[in-house]
């Protein structure tokens, strides 16, 4: 008698768990997918962006600024006028897509 209850309890939950399970796709959160890779920079793309800017900034002259960029990484050393180009040559790179990293290497004359 109990293998029969047993069996209609299974019988008549089983379809209402399965029923949830059919639209899984539909009910995952965006938020738990895995987001599809971006665009990968190259550093040759990167150190153009970033040499045209400082090159081509009229606040930057007078600056003697050399750039090398590693797998994303900037490097920058050289001189600057004062403290301000310094900031501004940080910033013009930071605003390069592709830039992961700016190690600031630059003294003041």
């Known amino acids: 008698m109990l293998s029969r209850y047993t069996l209609l ?3 008549v939950i089983a379809p209402l768990i399965l029923s949830g ?3 899984y796709a539909e009910r995952t959160h965006e938020s738990w997918i895995e987001a599809p890779s971006g665009i990968a920079y190259d550093d040759s793309t990167i150190y153009a962006r970033i040499a045209y800017a ?5 606040e930057l002259q007078g600056s003697n600024i050399e750039i090398k960029v590693d797998q994303g990484k900037v490097l920058l050393s050289g001189t600057a006028a004062n403290q301000n180009q310094i900031t501004r040559i940080n910033m ?18």
């Open 9 to 11: 309890i299974i019988a």
């Open 21 to 23: 399970c059919e639209n």
């Open 92 to 109: 013009l790179s930071w605003m390069v897509d592709g830039v992961k990293d700016v190690d600031l290497q630059i003294n003041t004359q």
């Open 54 to 58: 400082v090159n081509t900034d009229p």
